[in-house]
């Protein structure tokens, strides 16, 4: 695996995204709505949430000094970023494979090693926030290594939500413990013996928008838009749809 050290130590841009050019494209998952952005490098920012201006606001407040749009399927430089999201609520799904594409992100040199060792913890399994701190040579930075996990930028892909308490508690996560516990659960699920990737995503989004928002499942109807970039073949577009996306 290429560390993040190797592949993200110096991003295309400065602090607070001074620099940057970064267009961003929001789908639909299992998980709620699901923003990433990138730069011509590669992604910065991956997130959930209810609510797509919440999720863009989120974005900006991350990255206050760059220059922020919707990715342009006719924008060379903006070609990849909807079909990384898509591949990434693949995933959420359980239909797929966790996406690996290029990223291009700050941080200092500790929490590029407490990622790097994020990223070594195979799906399925998780690791208390001592063992990481134990892992990188720091064991008493417990609590730096929490505060390392909570600064980053690209949920999933930087795995995250892997990291826990040594009681077993799942701990904080930036984009709720509800998430989190059914990102654990898809990933124990499909790495157990014999399974097989999880197709359905329509009953577990509804349930969590059920519990969020206190909306009967029936009434919640999920606003897919995606911005795939296809040799330029496909429009960013918005379509209602109470079932799982299918993106072909």
Not at 133 to 160: D, E, F, H, K, L
Not at 227 to 236: I, L, M, N, Q, V
């Amino acid at each position: 695996m290429r560390t993040l050290n190797e592949s993200s130590r110096y991003s295309s841009y400065g602090r607070g995204g001074d620099g940057a050019q970064i267009a961003y494209a929001i789908v639909d998952s299992a998980l709620g709505r699901l923003l990433v952005a990138g730069t011509h490098r590669g992604i910065c920012f991956a997130a959930m949430g209810e609510a797509d201006a919440t999720l863009v606001a989120e974005l900006r407040s991350d990255y206050p000094r760059a220059s922020i749009r919707v990715c342009d399927p006719n924008r060379h430089e903006d070609s990849s970023i909807g079909r990384w999201a898509v591949a990434l609520a693949d995933y959420i799904a359980g239909r797929s494979k966790m996406p690996a594409p290029p990223m291009d992100i700050r941080g200092t040199s500790f929490q590029f090693a407490v990622w790097d060792q994020l990223r070594a913890i195979p799906a399925g399994e998780t690791r208390s926030y001592s063992e990481i701190a134990r892992r990188i040579g720091r064991p008493r930075a417990i609590r730096a290594v929490g505060t390392a996990n909570g600064a980053n930028p690209i949920s999933i892909i930087i795995p995250c939500h892997r990291a826990i308490r040594a009681s077993g508690h799942l701990g904080g996560y930036r984009w709720g413990l509800e998430r989190k516990r059914k990102l654990l659960e898809m990933e124990r699920g499909a790495a157990s013996p014999g399974s097989t990737l999880l197709p359905h995503c329509a009953a577990s989004r509804s349930a969590l928008a059920e519990k969020s928002t206190g909306k009967p499942k029936r009434a919640i109807a999920a606003s897919v838009a995606i911005c795939t970039g296809r040799s330029g073949s496909r429009r960013c577009s918005t379509r209602a749809s109470p079932a799982c996306p299918s993106f072909g």
